[in-house]
């Protein structure tokens, strides 16, 4: 399966910053996804970042509070923008492969917003 | 709104027995089934797939499909301390990535 790295792996930020979140990939991929994990919680699919075209967002979830960058098939960024305590959650993202689109995913940012 | 649902845990077993953990989804044309560990403080790891009815075994784990009542289970044989993790059930519910659901985990823990 696909190796997928993300940078930060944490970070503690102010309320109303932002943070980007990078996705990196070491082989090129179709679609790329992006997850939020609140504590305790399950994964929630925030939007899909396809190459050459704008993400897809889920509902619930829009481009002014979490812009999506896809420049290639190995790469994504995700911003999460004018933070809340709210918005304290893991970020993972992930990529699809195999016979059934299987999941894999990178290690997580860990996001806390003080 | 498509759904998965778990059995609520936490479930506790003795090392060497038998855990079963189960999943039931609601849209009746999902096409694949996961399962996933989930150890506190990483992310999610895949260690089961099944696309067709019937048992599908990997080692300790047997992946159980059962399309008709819409039920996926995890059986996972001489349970080991290092077992203990949320298990996440997943359903990919037409084949294309987006449209992947997760259940909200149960967690399972191993007692020495």
């Known amino acids: 399966s696909a190796v997928i790295s993300q940078k930060p792996s944490r970070d503690i930020c102010q309320r109303g910053t932002s943070l980007t979140i990078q996705c990196q990939v070491d082989?090129?991929?179709?679609?790329m996804f992006w997850y939020r994990q609140q504590p305790g919680q399950s994964l929630t699919l925030i939007a899909t970042a396809n190459q050459g075209s704008e993400a897809t967002y889920e509902s619930g979830f829009v481009i002014d509070k979490f812009p999506i960058s896809r420049p290639n098939l190995t790469f994504s960024t995700l911003t999460v923008s004018n933070l809340s305590p709210e918005d304290s959650s893991i970020y993972l993202c992930s990529v699809d492969e195999g016979q059934g689109h299987e999941q894999y995913f990178g290690p997580g940012t860990r996001l806390t917003v003080t | 709104q498509k759904e998965v649902e778990q059995n609520s845990g936490p479930l506790s077993v003795p090392e060497g027995a038998i855990a079963s953990l189960n999943c039931t989804y609601s849209d009746r044309g999902s096409q694949s089934f996961f399962w996933y560990r989930q150890y506190s403080g990483k992310s999610p790891e895949l260690i089961m797939s099944?696309?067709?009815?019937g048992d599908k075994e990997d080692g300790r784990f047997t992946a159980q499909l059962n399309k008709a009542s819409q039920y996926v289970s995890l059986l996972i044989r001489d349970s080991q301390p290092s077992d203990s993790a949320t298990y996440l059930c997943?359903?990919?519910?037409?084949?294309?990535?987006?449209?992947?659901?997760f259940g909200p985990g149960t967690r399972l823990s191993v007692l020495p």
């Open positions: 082989s090129q991929v179709t679609m």
């Open positions: 099944i696309y067709s009815n």
């Open positions: 997943a359903v990919n519910v037409d084949n294309y990535g987006q449209n992947f659901v």
